[in-house]
């Protein structure tokens, strides 16, 4: 039926929730920070469409815009605002009372509206402040957000128009739009655009970015920061963005030539310090063009009565910080500590310092120092060729990987994680072996068939020293697996018999999905099986998890717990990352620990196809489904003294 609606001016103190409104039992909808928009745009333009109300006993009720009532209430109750007290009136449209669509009525008002374009938002926010003439400032004021957030979608409706009309069209992806605004010179947008879209091949975001690098660097990445106080002192141009982190350092060339004079000043300030023959610079060290070089190693020396006085010192300090290692900020002093106690133990011979030097270049964000490298016309027998990490890790009877009792239970744990969560994703397979399980242990009268999964209804309660540092693949993949779970049945409103008969009426597949997540939640902690021992587990896990790899990756939380001599090791030995672990060699332990989570967090670019296989594939050998025993070591987690850390060193 066609309804009329009379326009009316109501009262905000008289204005009450309708029981029809569709949102009425959505009461997040009117939360304060959901609403904070509306409450925004509204003290600022006022409320720009009228109210649907209708007459009730207490008062005008809100048939449809609950969340504008709600913000007008926020209004009048804030004594900032001025403009808004119980009498304001505002702008109704009246439902008579014998209106028999009251719900079709407020069900439209909240579904009919199509959402606004991604691009047409960024594009209004644009106009705002080319046409309008507001700022950020207020623009943020208006829609109750933040400066920043108006600022980003300002930058994204400031793309060159080809580009957005190219995204609008469907031609390019909207994140391979957002990504021409890395550059906020639309005439560069243009040009770059246009020389990747020439053979019409499929556009990446990624291959944008990468193009937009090589027309200027932006002052937020670490070379333009490092840079930038020199750039400006010598005049060069800088292409402003609304955020000023992604403004860019257009001259590239100038970006370059300071960089390069910083590495040589590095060079030649560690040069000296050392004491070696020459010192060198460049932005990316060549590893292929470095292995005719040989290196020299300092050698140990005995040190004097103030040397070994001070080695005393050094020694117990460093076992009180060992005691408070949780703190981040101690990491510096154990650095700083750990190298002087180096410098008095050993040192580089004076015929080596005559043919040696050190190279500077830039990587993973700041300046490094390749020490005691020698030119191939300067080798002798005594400079090896770099060719491993070997030299750099100290002591060999120290490069032994072996896992502490602690971490050996963790990595049980975390196993047990992934293999929780590949059996909630194989959920068929899951099934048949909880109801063998099931059915096998008692016609076999309590002789169980494994004791890997407990089928008794309880959730395995599992313990780890870093619980939430570890890596999250697992439990994501059990979250999303519990997200899609039919759990209509499970209202605990209704009687254990209801419940029942809902559940017995779900298909197959759902069952059996239900029936693997709580069989997941059950997995012991573990590591590999053991053929013979339990051949229904080594089997199953074969299926399900064949690549543990697939369900948990390591991270910063597993390799802070290794000497740094070990994850040299691993990188140089079992990684295939030879000059790496050559170059970490004279880095701290967390710089070493920090290049790992990288690496193995995105695989790096530069990796070659052996190299990239092998880390997508470590593992601690006795947690992947073919492993071995570990190396365990009960007692000792950590390095306890100088002499020690100085070797992983």
């Known amino acids: 039926m066609t309804q009329c609606l009379k326009p009316v001016s109501v009262a905000i103190g008289d204005l009450v929730a309708h029981p029809a409104n569709v949102r009425a039992r959505s009461p997040e909808s009117y939360a304060s920070e959901n609403i904070a928009h509306l409450k925004a745009s509204i003290a600022v333009l006022g409320l720009l469409q009228p109210l649907l109300v209708q007459k ?61 374009g991604a691009i047409d938002e960024f594009e209004a926010f644009a106009r705002m402040m080319e046409v309008d003439g507001q700022t950020p400032e207020t623009i943020a004021r208006t829609f109750g957000t933040t400066v920043a957030a108006v600022k980003g979608r300002l930058r994204y409706g400031l793309i060159h128009p080809e580009i957005r009309d190219a995204a609008r069209a469907k031609s390019i992806t909207l994140d391979v739009m957002k990504a021409f605004a890395d550059h906020p010179s639309q005439a560069v947008q243009k040009e770059v655009f246009e020389a990747l879209t020439q053979d019409d091949s499929y556009l990446q975001a990624y291959t944008v970015r990468q193009a937009l690098k090589s027309r200027g660097v932006q002052v937020s990445d670490d070379i333009g920061a490092f840079v930038r106080a020199e750039y ?73 009565a103030k040397g070994r006085k001070r080695l005393e010192t050094i020694t117990a300090e460093l076992e009180q910080l060992e005691r408070e290692m949780e703190d981040e900020g101690l990491y510096a002093r154990v650095d700083a500590l750990e190298a002087e106690a180096r410098d008095l133990q050993e040192a580089y011979s004076a015929e080596d310092l005559a043919r040696s030097g050190v190279i500077a270049s830039w990587s993973n964000g700041q300046v490094t120092l390749h020490v005691g490298l020698v030119r191939p016309e300067d080798r002798a027998d005594g400079a090896g060729k770099i060719d491993g990490a070997s030299g750099d890790t100290g002591d060999k009877d120290s490069d032994e990987i072996v896992y502490p009792a602690s971490l050996t239970e963790d990595l049980k744990t975390e196993r047990a994680m992934a293999l929780g969560a590949a059996m909630a994703l194989h959920p068929e397979a899951t099934l048949d072996l909880t109801l063998f399980k099931l059915v096998t242990d008692v016609l076999r009268q309590g002789m169980s068939v494994t004791q890997a999964i407990k089928v008794d209804a309880r959730t395995e309660y599992r313990t780890h020293a870093k619980m939430d540092e570890i890596c999250g693949t697992s439990r994501a993949q ?106 970490l060699a004279s880095s701290t332990k967390k710089e070493v620990v920090a290049f790992c989570d990288r690496l193995f967090a995105e695989p790096f670019a530069t990796l070659t196809e052996a190299q990239r296989a092998a880390v997508a594939a470590w593992c601690p050998p006795m947690m992947q489904t073919a492993g071995v025993e570990p190396v365990e070591a009960a007692q000792v987690e950590t390095p306890h003294d100088a002499t020690e850390a100085a070797d992983a060193a």
């Open 232 to 304: 400006e002192a010598r005049g060069g141009a800088i292409a402003a963005d609304l955020l000023e982190e992604h403004s860019v350092l257009e001259d590239a060339g100038l970006v370059e030539t300071i960089l390069l004079e910083k590495l040589t000043g590095a060079a030649e300030e560690e040069r000296a310090r050392q004491g070696f023959s020459w010192g060198e610079a460049v932005i990316r060290y060549d590893y292929a063009a470095m292995a005719d070089y040989g290196r020299v190693y300092p050698g140990p020396i005995e040190p004097d």
């Open 56 to 116: 009730l006993s207490a008062g005008f009720g809100v048939l449809a815009g609950g969340r504008r009532h709600a913000a007008l209430v926020e209004l009048v109750a804030d004594k900032t605002e001025k403009g808004f007290t119980r009498s304001t009136k505002v702008d109704c449209r009246l439902v008579p009372d014998d209106c028999d669509v009251t719900t079709a009525l407020s069900l439209a008002e909240n579904i009919t509206q199509e959402p606004m």
């Open 478 to 583: 059990m979250a999303e697996v519990q997200d899609a779970l039919d759990l209509s049945w499970a209202d605990e409103a209704r009687s254990p018999a209801d419940r029942f008969a809902a559940f017995r009426a779900l298909d197959a597949g759902a069952k059996a999905r239900l029936v693997a997540y709580a069989t997941a939640a059950t997995t012991q902690s573990c590591f590999a099986r053991d053929p013979q021992r339990d051949s229904l587990m080594h089997a199953f896990e074969s299926e399900v998890m064949p690549d543990l790899r697939a369900h948990w990756t390591p991270n910063a939380a597993l390799f802070s717990r290794f000497k740094k001599a070990w994850l040299l090791k691993i990188l140089g030995e079992e990684l295939g990352l030879a000059q790496e672990a050559v170059t």
